[in-house]
């Protein structure tokens, strides 16, 4: 069983920078590739960023790509995401989650993950 618990979220003003933190707990965290999701008031939850098990390879929503970027450091059994140029549209509640497996653009796009952080809250202010 794998825990995860995201740090990092908070208020932001248009065109800002924030950092988000998901640590891990329990189970091997390099058996896993990591992604983060958010859920904007009142839409369905999507896909962010994916980070490989290796920290190697990512992957990117469309509308989060050049200005987002999903890391990892498997010695601390830590992901991040670097979140710039944030927008009105980036305000959400941002989810960390594990699949056990290599990155897989197809389970990452359908949110199809083993395990789920209870979310930290990004706003942005105008």
């Known amino acids: 069983q794998v825990q995860l618990v995201e740090t990092g979220g908070g208020s932001v003003q248009s065109g800002g920078s924030l950092r988000l933190s998901c640590t891990a707990s329990?189970?091997?965290?390099?058996?896993?590739?990591m992604g983060w999701f958010r859920q904007p008031p009142e839409k369905e939850r999507e896909f962010v960023a994916g980070?490989?098990?290796?920290?190697?390879?990512?992957i990117y929503a469309d509308n989060v790509k050049g200005r987002f970027t999903v890391s990892r450091d498997n010695a601390k059994r830590t992901v991040y995401l670097d979140m710039n140029s944030l927008e009105a549209e980036d305000r959400a509640d941002y989810f960390c989650?594990?699949?056990?497996?290599?990155?897989?653009?197809?389970?990452?796009?359908?949110?199809?993950?083993?395990?789920w952080g209870k979310g930290t809250l990004v706003s942005i202010s105008s």
């Open positions: 989650a594990a699949v056990d497996g290599p990155l897989s653009r197809g389970i990452f796009r359908t949110g199809r993950m083993d395990y």
């Open positions: 329990g189970g091997f965290f390099t058996r896993y590739s």
């Open positions: 980070v490989s098990r290796s920290g190697g390879d990512t």
